[in-house]
């Protein structure tokens, strides 16, 4: 267990979530992406029954959510998609291509970029900078700015690029990290702030093996199409199910199916639960008519209002009943 405390009082808090009440109800056991000081560990403890239970730090995402699938752990933790660089395809493709999970929940955290450097490092000093590529891609403009020469190098996660910065007490390199990261490898902030745009937000995703959130009348359903035919309009006729249903798109991203070139599905993310009405017909009709369809999960959603969602719980047998109505008067 992980003391909670430590990450009260931290910049970057989670805007939007719904979380288990019952202790006794939440699985024992969650995975995420380490080590210490994470931006996904650090959205883990603003949930109250996550930050409960036993973790386990993995190296990277893939092998999060590989260890979910096997049973090794209980749940798995990991982001999903920033506001400046779109996807993060390690999770998105493990959980369209390579895992049969489903997503429990979405928390959405507001991500703060500093630069950490060993005591009495200066921006002249440094020679290289260290980062998980989504975070250093979200500081293009400081590094531009301010780093011009700076050679831009890889690793696992932005706590490792601290913890390996203070492990080898180089100091011609800075690593981008959460404030979080620098307390615990005592690294001092250069720079604080970094990030291109203030307002920069990453989404994170809770999977399992099985089971999907009862609706709360405010959720989210996201699905992978495998399309049957690659021709004219196919796109367009998967998207008319939707849209003939009045039923809210909030992501629509193509992606290769590694099946050869030009061989793309659709990850669909849309307003409401495969128990509405309208969404659950939408669905079977894409599966039926126009492609496979992966279900990766209907949960609490972090966007929008519930009154914007309310129309897509009508669904056929309301049809039904007015055609049966219209049927009866003939005479």
Not at 98 to 108: K, M
Not at 144 to 164: G, K, M, Y
Not at 170 to 183: K, N, S, Y
Request: some cysteine; charged content about 25%; glycine content about 8%.
């Amino acid at each position: 267990m992980v003391d909670a405390e430590r990450f009260r009082g931290t910049r970057s808090t989670a805007l939007s979530s719904v979380f288990v009440t019952d202790p006794a109800a939440a699985p024992s056991t969650l995975g995420y992406l380490g080590p210490v000081g994470t931006f996904t560990e650090q959205a883990v403890f603003t949930q109250p029954d996550l930050a409960e239970m036993n973790h386990r730090r993995f190296d990277t995402i893939v092998e999060v959510l590989r260890a979910v699938e096997a049973g090794t752990i209980d749940r798995g933790f990991a982001a999903i998609e920033n506001m400046i660089e779109g996807a993060v395809n390690a999770t998105i493709d493990t959980l369209a291509f390579d895992a049969e999970l489903l997503i429990q929940r979405e928390v959405v955290m507001n991500i703060s970029m500093n630069l950490l450097v060993h005591p009495g490092v200066t921006l002249a000093d440094i020679a290289h900078v260290r980062s998980i590529p989504v975070a250093y891609a979200q500081c293009r403009r400081f590094l531009t700015d301010q780093l011009p020469h700076a050679t831009i190098e890889a690793t696992n996660s932005t706590a490792d690029a601290a913890r390996e910065l203070a492990e080898s007490g180089r100091r011609d390199t800075a690593a981008i990290a959460p404030q979080r990261a620098g307390e615990v490898y005592e690294l001092e902030t250069l720079a604080a702030d970094i990030e291109d745009h203030p307002e920069n937000q990453t989404r994170f995703v809770l999977v399992g093996r099985d089971g999907i959130p009862p609706a709360t009348g405010h959720d989210k359903s996201s699905i992978v199409i495998y399309q049957r035919t690659d021709e004219p309009g196919s796109l367009v006729a998967i998207l008319s199910e939707f849209a003939a249903r009045n039923i809210n798109l909030t992501k629509l991203e193509s992606r290769p199916t590694r099946k050869g070139l030009g061989d793309y599905c659709f990850l669909i993310d849309c307003e409401g639960h495969i128990s509405d009405g309208l969404v659950g017909d939408a669905l079977r009709n894409i599966h039926t008519k126009h492609g496979r369809v992966k279900f990766l999960g209907s949960y609490p959603s972090a966007y929008g209002s519930a009154e914007v969602q309310s129309s897509n719980r009508a669904g056929p047998a309301e049809g039904d009943a007015w055609l049966a109505d219209l049927r009866a008067r003939i005479r």
